[in-house]
Structures are given as structure tokens and as C-alpha cells.
């Protein structure tokens, strides 16, 4: 029966059979970020092809507007002579191309930009050194934010956040026990839960998350994405997250895999299938607060990119190609409206920026 199983399968079953069951997390780590046989590793995750569709891919003007966000708060750091502008998880390249398209007509910008493009799929990397031929502006790679020079920084992030592990714990009489993946007598993939309850677990979590019914889920990341991102903006730099996610801590179980544009069993098929979960903005902004950021947001997509103007980008896309206008009214709705398939209010921006900046452009009315 081993032979049909895919290697990355295989590796997960070796590692359960000789270490226990694995947290939640680890299973999600080595699902999409295994060096050699990980989801981002090995797949083109993107597009009608993909898995699935993301909004630079929906249209340009989310980039643009993006474009547009990054080169007004350049403005309000005092124009620094050089800024980093720095991009985690740019999958397919799309959304620093619009930028890069936009800004062109804020020299000024363009003249002080460097690209910091961090990315952990060499495939990715690839394909965003295509997407960015032709722009005259320096660029670099790495593999961690961690890596990327200090110095004044704009950092953006689309459906970034949700990539990064997640572990989950289930509320018993006892205590909070982490979820674990082991096997079952088949041998097949079986979710579990730790023999004992996290220690001291109750202490970190809010009132209403501790007082939940038994049987509830909690998630929590432990990347130190959010610090990282405080430290390197609250000198002179803003941050823009966007991702699906809560505004406010609570329980639930969002992990989620998607194949093929549908939703399948995350313990199916292991690094063929993309697997995420809800950011917690409340954790993620007060993290990046600790270390000295201000928190904006997070507001709804929907809202935040009206607020940028995408009516107006719209009827000026329309105007320069009326045989497109039915397509750009439907990215409109896809992006700004909310229900099963709008990203409008499920999404959420979130900026983390030097207290000094003041009010960031889409977060005020
Ligand atoms: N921002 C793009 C892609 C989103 S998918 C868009 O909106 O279309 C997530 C991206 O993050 C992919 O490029 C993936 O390869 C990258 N990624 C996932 N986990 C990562 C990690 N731990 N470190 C660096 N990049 C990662």
C-alpha cells in the first residue's frame, strides 16, 4: 500500500512512527514549506490552473491601489533618500508589477526604491523576476524577513500571514490539550489531542476565549512575524497586511485545504493541496505594538479599497477600454462586496506603522 503514497506522505508517517503525533502546526509546516516536497515548493499555486485565485490576480487595480497607499506614506516619512520596499510571499510577482506600474508616476519614489522580495519557493522566485523584466529598480531575494537589510521600510503582504503554521488547541475539563495529527489503526492520518493540557495555558488567553464552552478550538501562530515587522517600521516605516482573518481573538477551527478551487481534507493528500488559517489580527497588531509599532485597522478590504478609490480607478479603467467594463465591474464586486465568494469583508487591512506617521490613507474616513 506504501508504494501509491507521495513522498512527502511518506516522510510525515516516518516522523509520526517514530516521534508521536505531531502538533497541528508541524504537520502544516511540512505540508506547504517541506524544502523538497512542500505545497509553495513544488506547485503554481495560482491562477484558473491553481488552487486558487488571489486579488492581484483578480485585477490590476488592486495592485495599483496598493501602489498608491505605498507611495503616499513614502511621502509622510519625509521622502527618506533610499526606502526598502518589501514584499513577503509575492506568489506570481503580479501585485509588485501594478505597484511598480502605478508609482511610475512618483519619481521621486521610484528614484529612492529598492525591491526586498521574500520568498521561500525558488519556482515563485522565478516566476517573479519574470513578472518584474523591463522595471528599472534594483531587487533581491531571500528566504526570510529576517534577512532583508535594515533601513527605512515599506512592507506589504497579501495572504501571506495565512500561509505561516498554526496550532490549535481543544478546550477538555481539564485544561487546554494542543490538536495533534498521529495515526490511526489503518495507518491512515487520524486528528488527536495531547495526553496532557498545556500548562498555564488559560493565563495568556482572553476572558471570553477562557470561559468558551468544552470542546472549543483556539488557534495561535508562534512565527515571530508581527515583532519583526514592529521592529523594522517603528523607526521611520509602515506595514500593510491584508489577509482573511477575525479582528478580534476568539475560538474556531479555520483550517482550511484547498485543491483544485475546492475545499478538501487538510489530512488528505499532504503537500498537494494548499492549507491555511484565519489571521488573528487583535494577536497579530498588539504583537507588532509590543515593539513600539502603531496599529491601524484592520478594516474591511471592501472598505479599505473604496476608501483608496477603486470607483474611480474603475471608471477610469472603463473609460480607456469600454469592452472590458463588464469584466473590471466584476473584480470591483469580487474584491469590495462580502458573501460566499467576495473577499470584501472577509479580508481584512491591517498597518503597522511608525507612531509619528499619524493617520494612514484607508484607514481614515
Ligand atoms: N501574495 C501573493 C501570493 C500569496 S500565496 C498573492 O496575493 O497572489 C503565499 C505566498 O507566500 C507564496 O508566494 C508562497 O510561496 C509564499 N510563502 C509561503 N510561506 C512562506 C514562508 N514561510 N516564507 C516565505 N514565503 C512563503
Known sequence: M????????????????????????????????HPKYGYYLTREPFGAGGDFTTAPEVSQMFG??????????YGMMGKPAQVHLVELG????TMMRDILRATQVVPEFRKALSLHLVEISPKLEQAQREALEGF??????????????????????????????????????????????GLDKAGNFKLGLAPYPIPHFDRLLPQR???APIGSIFEWRTDNL?????????????????????????????????????????????????????????????SAESMGAAIHG??????????????????????????????IDAAVTRLTQGGRTGMGELFKAMALADPRLGPLPGFVV
Open 298 to 327: 484592520p478594516v474591511e478590504q471592501g472598505e479599505f479599497l473604496r476608501r483608496l478609490g477603486i470607483e474611480a480607478r474603475a471608471a477610469a479603467l472603463k473609460a480607456r477600454a469600454p469592452d472590458k467594463a463588464g469584466e
Open 90 to 93: 509575492p506568489g506570481r510577482g
Open 2 to 33: 506504501t508504494q501509491t503514497l507521495s513522498p512527502l506522505e511518506m516522510e510525515i508517517r516516518r516522523i509520526i512512527s517514530v516521534a508521536g503525533p505531531m502538533p497541528v502546526a508541524h504537520y502544516m509546516d511540512l505540508c506547504l514549506a
Open 226 to 286: 508581527p515583532l519583526e515587522i514592529g521592529r523594522r517600521v517603528r523607526d521611520g516605516g509602515a506595514a500593510l497586511v491584508i489577509d482573511y482573518g477575525h479582528a478580534r481573538t476568539d475560538i474556531g477551527d479555520t483550517l482550511q485545504a484547498v485543491g483544485g478551487h475546492a475545499f478538501v481534507d487538510p489530512k488528505s493528500a499532504p503537500g498537494t493541496v494548499d492549507i491555511t488559517a484565519h489571521v488573528d489580527f487583535e494577536i497579530f497588531g498588539s
Open 64 to 73: 495599483e491601489l496598493v501602489g498608491i497607499w505605498a507611495a503616499s506614506v
Open 209 to 211: 476565549v477562557r470561559e
Open 136 to 181: 528599472e529598480v534594483k531587487r533581491h531575494w531571500y528566504r526570510r524577513l529576517e534577512d532583508v537589510p535594515a533601513g527605512p521600510a515599506i512592507i506589504v503582504a497579501n495572504e501571506f500571514v495565512d500561509a505561516l503554521p498554526v496550532h490549535q488547541a481543544v478546550k477538555q475539563a481539564g485544561g487546554w490539550h494542543e490538536r495533534v495529527i
